[in-house]
């Protein structure tokens, strides 16, 4: 019995690595398609003419939301604050084939955290605009904040689901420690 119990979180062990690797490059090519995409962004933004005639990709982006240097650079910089810990996670994975240890608990709580970041702070940046700028309190401008193309619900919701694995893994983590202190 305790062979075939070996065994078996043996095999669990090397199948949970073999997933850990895969996942790790995929990871890393996400985060570097990231980057590139920014750096792209930012020097369309730099050098882009006041109008484009053309119906190239580069005209399609100065349409899109992100018109500021400063606004890609709070989102690079939250975008790798969530990458970084994941990849952090999944090399350990890959490495001890070990989900479930306080410290990867901790790295889902960080990414979770900025990925609620990237999802709120366009918001707050708008507000603070509509107050400066504008007139904050007509109740179609605050309605606007809310909308999909100004808050971002898909990072919203993986915040969520971030922040509900970190206690999973916190969680798995103690039972984890509790079977290894019974056996």
């Known amino acids: 019995m305790d062979k075939n119990h070996d065994a078996r979180k043996q095999q669990t062990n090397a199948s949970i690595r073999r997933s850990g690797k895969i996942a790790l490059v995929i ?3 996400i985060l570097l398609g ?5 750096l792209y962004k930012v020097t369309f933004t730099l050098r882009r003419p006041d109008t ?7 005209s399609y982006l100065n349409y899109i939301r992100y018109g500021t240097v400063p606004d890609l650079i709070v989102r690079i910089i939250l975008t790798l604050g969530t990458m970084i810990p994941v990849i952090l996670l999944l090399r350990d994975i890959s490495r001890k084939g070990l989900p ?8 889902m709580f960080i990414a979770g955290i900025m990925q609620g970041l990237l999802a709120l702070l366009p918001v707050l940046f708008q507000f603070v605009q509509m107050i ?3 007139d904050s309190s007509d109740s179609s ?10 808050l971002n619900y898909l990072n919203l919701s993986f915040c969520f689901l971030l922040l509900f694995l970190a206690g999973l893994f916190r969680y798995g983590a103690a039972l984890q420690q509790e079977s ?3 056996l």
């Open 27 to 29: 990871a890393i090519l």
């Open 34 to 38: 990231q980057i590139i995409s920014f």
């Open 141 to 150: 401008s605050l309605a606007y904040l809310i909308q999909p193309n100004v």
């Open 52 to 58: 484009l005639e053309d119906e190239s990709f580069l």
């Open 180 to 182: 290894d202190e019974t």
């Open 100 to 107: 479930f240890t306080i410290q990867n608990g901790t790295r």
């Open 132 to 134: 400066r700028y504008g």
